[in-house]
């Protein structure tokens, strides 16, 4: 059984910056993509960043550039997303979701708030 969990997350002035942290577990977790994702209140999650797990290829969403990245640690079965200049519309739940042999996962996620 694969497991996410991510942390990282909470409260930082506007300007700030976080590293979110989304760790898997699994004994056979071989995962092709692993990508973040954010959902604000009232509003539908939408893509934040994703990485291929072996080249390690990124892509991002025009929102975040270029004040995020995301990174992986292929032998922690790690990704993380780092976050800078953050802003007021950043403040959401982050959930990282993992595609592993043919099936998706997700995790609970963390909640970044940016006070203005």
């Known amino acids: 059984q694969v497991q996410l969990v991510e942390s990282g997350g909470g409260l930082v002035q506007a300007g700030g910056s976080l590293r979110l942290s989304c760790a898997a577990s699994?004994?056979?977790?071989?995962?092709?993509?692993m990508s973040w994702f954010r959902q604000a209140p009232g509003k539908e999650r939408e893509f934040v960043a994703t990485?291929?797990?072996?080249?390690?290829?990124?892509y991002y969403a025009d929102s975040v550039k270029p004040r995020f990245t995301i990174s992986r640690d292929n032998a922690k079965n790690t990704v993380y997303l780092q976050m800078n200049s953050l802003k007021p519309e950043d403040t959401a739940v982050y959930s990282c979701?993992?595609?592993?042999?043919?099936?998706?996962?997700w995790g609970q996620g963390t909640q970044v708030t940016v006070s203005s």
């Open positions: 699994g004994r056979t977790f071989r995962p092709s993509v």
């Open positions: 979701k993992a595609v592993a042999n043919g099936n998706v996962y």
């Open positions: 990485i291929g797990w072996s080249a390690g290829n990124t």
